[in-house]
């Protein structure tokens, strides 16, 4: 493994670089996106609801590399040229949207009604109430479901390869499929993607324990 | 002149009949204690006043706005309409200042420093100066409501509305709490107060009020009068079993 390591160090690293580039894309916009989900979800109009319900459940149960090679394939025919990575990286956002969608939902729901109402009666209107008020303490309550969402949008950027997306898990195919060393290869690959997982794991757990025991 | 008016009101949750015809009058600087049963309507009729709840059906004008007009921005009677509620409602993800600055800073755009010296004089009022940057659960439900009655205050509004404010708090929290209440009913503010506090609507209120059933069956500008003498046989029965504890 070390050989491997040492000898396609470059290729490594600029996987390492795109799976990092795209995951923390994908992480910030599906934050974005699921909690504009999250947010239509318990909206007091039913068409509004049903829209952020259609979403989740539809993006959810399709598999992740269905929806990217869909962004792959469908976005150039149609509408505009883009590449694997640009590609990979939508669709991972996209897909990992709808699970924070309803991770955060569930944060809403739990913070107590009576927050809102303390809120409404000073005459803060809904959204300031939400940004405020509510959102910041569903966001703590649900940082733990909250970090395996990251953990797993992390590892599931490994989709990028099916596109060329130039990640680790594509540099890690094109070293096996030279050097025919696949098991070296490929645990070399592992290494690397701890690297990434590992301090967000970390990160994680000190953010659960500042803030949700506070 | 009067602050709130409620003419013809009816409550419905579905077909629950919550408000039945509900016809009050209350002027500025009035200091009303609602008493009644639990399940009568108190709550719902305080939370009307202020929009948390729409009423179903009549008239209801709290400081000249028509509450059960669709266009009216609830959000404006809410600024000069304060609430003080049984579980306090602080947010918990504010400390105690905080907590009292994010409503005339947001609602009424005011400078962040003018604000604070304000909540801070309105802690010390209530005498909390030292817990000032405290986060809601490091303090007792006592000290929780005298904040939440300082957040309220800080709004400068024209009338409080206090839904049960001392039904969560241990008994020895609970003359804290009425303290800081009469000190703002001295000052002149308007005052709707659910309670179960006999001696506070007895030695604070001006007014009292009855209600059984969702309806309001006495109401009554002589405090002492209505104590020592109710007309409704319901109110006679309600008072007889929680004086005699």
């Known amino acids: 493994m070390i050989t491997i390591i040492t000898e396609h160090w470059g290729e490594l690293l600029s996987g390492l670089g795109y799976t990092l580039g795209s995951s923390v894309i994908a992480l910030i916009g599906s934050l974005v996106i699921g909690t504009v989900f999250a947010l239509m979800e318990i909206s007091t109009y039913k068409w509004v609801r049903g829209i952020g319900r259609t979403y989740v459940e539809i993006i959810r149960n399709i598999p992740l590399l269905v929806i990217t090679m869909g962004f792959y394939v469908i976005v150039p025919t149609f509408f505009v040229k883009i590449d694997g990575f640009t590609a990979g990286t939508i669709g991972l956002m996209i897909y990992t949207s709808a699970f924070i969608a309803e991770t955060i939902r569930a944060g809403i729901e739990a913070v107590s009604t009576g927050q809102m109402e303390g809120a409404r009666s000073v005459g803060l209107t809904y959204s300031q109430a939400m940004i405020h008020i509510i959102l910041p303490q569903a966001v703590k309550m649900v940082i733990p479901p909250l970090g395996n969402q990251f953990i797993n949008l992390v590892k599931n950027s490994s989709v990028l390869a099916f596109v060329a997306g130039f990640d680790l898990m594509y540099q890690g195919k094109i070293i096996a499929s030279t050097t025919f060393n696949t098991f070296d290869t490929y645990l070399a690959v592992g290494v690397f993607y701890l690297i990434i997982t590992m301090p967000l794991s970390y990160l994680m757990r000190y953010l659960e324990k500042k803030w949700v025991t506070a | ?245």
């Open chain 2, 1 to 245: 002149m009067s602050m709130i008016e409620f003419h013809d009101v009816e409550k419905y949750y579905g077909k629950f009949h919550a408000l039945k015809d509900i016809n009050l009058t209350i002027d500025r600087g009035e200091v009303v204690t609602i008493i009644g049963p639990s399940g009568s309507g108190k709550s719902t009729l305080l939370r009307t006043i202020n929009g948390l709840e729409r009423i179903s059906d009549g008239k209801l004008i709290v400081n000249n706005f028509d509450l059960a007009d669709k266009k009216t921005n609830m959000n404006r009677i809410r600024k000069n309409v304060g609430m003080v509620f049984q579980h306090f409602n602080l947010y918990a993800n504010k400390d105690v200042l905080d907590n009292i600055t994010i409503g005339p800073e947001l609602v009424l755009k005011r400078n962040k420093t003018e604000v604070e010296k304000e909540a801070m004089d309105l802690l010390d009022m209530v005498g909390l100066a030292d817990k000032a940057h405290n986060y809601p659960a490091q303090l007792s439900g006592g000290q929780k409501q005298r904040v939440a009655i300082a957040r309220s205050l800080a709004m400068q509004p024209r009338a409080i509305l206090f839904d049960e404010p001392t039904s969560a708090l241990d008994p020895e929290m609970i003359g804290d709490v009425l303290d800081v209440m009469q000190q703002i009913a001295k000052q002149g503010m308007t005052m709707v107060v659910v309670t179960h506090e006999m001696g506070f609507a007895r030695k604070v209120g001006n007014r009292i009020v009855f209600m059984a059933d969702g309806q309001i069956l006495e109401d009554a500008h002589d405090v002492n009068a209505f104590f020592d003498n109710p007309q409704e046989p319901r109110a006679k029965e309600f008072l007889s079993k929680i004086i005699n504890h």
